[in-house]
């Protein structure tokens, strides 16, 4: 099953390159963001937002509250813990 799970970014490490850091669960990885940037939202406000990863992307920006339920979900159906632990396996 693919999924995105909710994580917060904590850093731009490229804004050029749409590049941010996030942490999922306490782990940190490198991510793109070119998915939720416009001129209304430009790379540099991302720090401290909650977005849905996929695959190395941010998908889409989420609120903290849905970032919650969603982990709280994925908790109940044993799989948050097996994506955390297939990005500690790629984490920078």
Same mark, same amino acid.
């Given at each position: 099953? #693919? %999924?995105?799970? &909710?994580?917060?970014?904590?850093?731009? =490490?490229?804004?050029? %390159?749409?590049?941010?850091?996030?942490?999922? !669960?306490?782990?940190?990885?490198?991510?793109?963001?070119?998915?939720?940037?416009? =001129?209304? $939202? &430009? &790379?540099?406000? #991302?720090? !401290?937002?909650?977005?849905?990863? $996929?695959?190395?992307?941010?998908?889409? +920006?989420?609120?903290?509250?849905?970032?919650?339920?969603?982990? +709280?979900?994925?908790?109940?159906?044993?799989? *948050?813990?097996?994506?955390?632990? *297939?990005? +500690? +396996?790629?984490?920078?």
């Amino acid at each position: 099953m #693919c %999924l995105g799970i &909710p994580g917060r970014i904590v850093s731009i =490490d490229d804004p050029a %390159l749409r590049l941010a850091t996030v942490d999922v !669960g306490g782990v940190r990885r490198q991510i793109n963001i070119a998915c939720i940037v416009d =001129d209304d $939202h &430009p &790379p540099q406000s #991302c720090v !401290g937002d909650w977005v849905l990863v $996929h695959v190395g992307f941010a998908m889409s +920006r989420i609120d903290e509250e849905q970032a919650a339920a969603t982990l +709280r979900i994925l908790a109940e159906l044993g799989e *948050a813990q097996d994506e955390i632990d *297939a990005m +500690r +396996r790629t984490a920078i």
